[in-house]
């Protein structure tokens, strides 16, 4: 242990009782040696800090003593301001995601595998459209982060429990978002065979398809993967090389339903360098007067309905094509 040697001397009696103190005067004690005590650093490092401490609060107080009230009143919001901002916000805060061609491949995956049959290698893009969320369950952001998104164009501020049930876990979202996906990808496979064997005359008996799509859920891409299917399964483009975006859920008689965050994905398109994007009609009322500057929006309803969009846009007729209208 460290120590440190002091240059108090202790006060003593002689030992000889007349009253004199012969090792007090000269420091040193009967055997000669020096009478010094010794002091552990570590007290004397406790009693700075003490005096630092003391002192500190001593001005601190004469800093304050003469301040009015309204000084303490407009400190204590100031405190209470700042614990506010940095606790989580009932609130989820939506922006534009990024976009995945469901012709190209996921973690150096196909996203979309055909077996028994010949496919078809396009040299456009087919883009299904995401939005990304922060204040999902398990996922909270602050009140200075939600404050923060009132002033940015791309972002969208909702109630939580207007787009999750109230209680939901992080797991249980997962478990919904990932089911959502798989079943989509499921209807999309049902609806894109049955709509090539019946309306495009191709034999497809013995043809499994397969789709692959990481870290994305939910069910908005099933029309995107159907069309995927159906440009690998035929004998032509049906991008000419364009980007198309598209969003749109697909049931297994192959009808187009609506999605949620169609303008932010709309944004998303564009940003990724989509001039096509293939919207459900039950979304139109959100699509007219927010469709991005460079983006043709066309209204859909069904399959064979996007399917023959394609097949327009691709082979320059696209302009005839129906779009969102008030």
């Given at each position: ?256 339903g609506a999605i949620g965050g169609i303008r932010l994905k709309m944004k998303g398109a564009r940003r ?30 069904t399959l064979s309905g996007a399917y023959k969009a394609l097949v327009a846009i691709s082979t320059g ?10």
């Amino acid at each position: 242990m460290t120590k440190t040697i002091g240059t108090r001397f202790d006060d003593g009696v002689a030992s000889d009782g007349s009253g004199s103190n012969d090792a007090g005067k000269d420091g040193f004690g009967d055997d000669g040696s020096a009478d010094i005590p010794v002091v552990d650093a570590s007290d004397a490092v406790r009693v700075g800090r003490t005096r630092w401490l003391a002192g500190t609060f001593s001005r601190f107080r004469r800093h304050v003593a003469h301040r009015p009230a309204g000084f303490f009143v407009g400190a204590l919001c100031v405190v209470l301001c700042a614990v506010v901002l940095v606790l989580p916000a009932p609130y989820v805060v939506e922006s534009p995601g990024p976009t995945r061609d469901v012709l190209g491949q996921s973690d150096g995956s196909p996203v979309i595998s055909l077996t028994g049959a010949s496919t078809y290698k396009d040299s456009g893009h087919l883009l299904m459209v995401t939005v990304n969320a922060s204040g999902v369950p398990g996922y909270s952001m602050t009140t200075a982060e939600a404050m923060a998104s009132w002033f940015l164009s791309d972002r969208v501020l909702t109630p939580r429990e207007v787009v999750f049930p109230v209680g939901q876990s992080a797991d249980d979202y997962k478990t919904q978002s990932e089911g959502q996906m798989s079943q989509s990808q499921n209807h999309a496979v049902k609806a894109a065979l049955a709509y090539a064997s019946k309306d495009l005359g191709l034999d497809v008996s013995g043809v499994s398809a397969t789709v692959k799509m990481e870290d994305i859920g939910g069910p908005s891409a099933g029309m995107m993967y159907a069309l995927g299917i159906l440009d690998k399964l035929g004998d032509r483009s049906l991008t000419n090389g364009l980007t198309i975006a598209g969003t749109g859920t697909m049931s297994d008689s192959g009808k187009v339903g609506a999605i949620g965050g169609i303008r932010l994905k709309m944004k998303g398109a564009r940003r990724d360098g989509a001039t096509w994007f293939l919207a459900p009609a039950s979304n139109c009322d959100e699509v007219v007067g927010h469709v991005p500057e460079g983006l043709r929006d066309v209204k859909v309803s069904t399959l064979s309905g996007a399917y023959k969009a394609l097949v327009a846009i691709s082979t320059g007729k696209g302009d005839s094509l129906p779009h969102c209208t008030a």
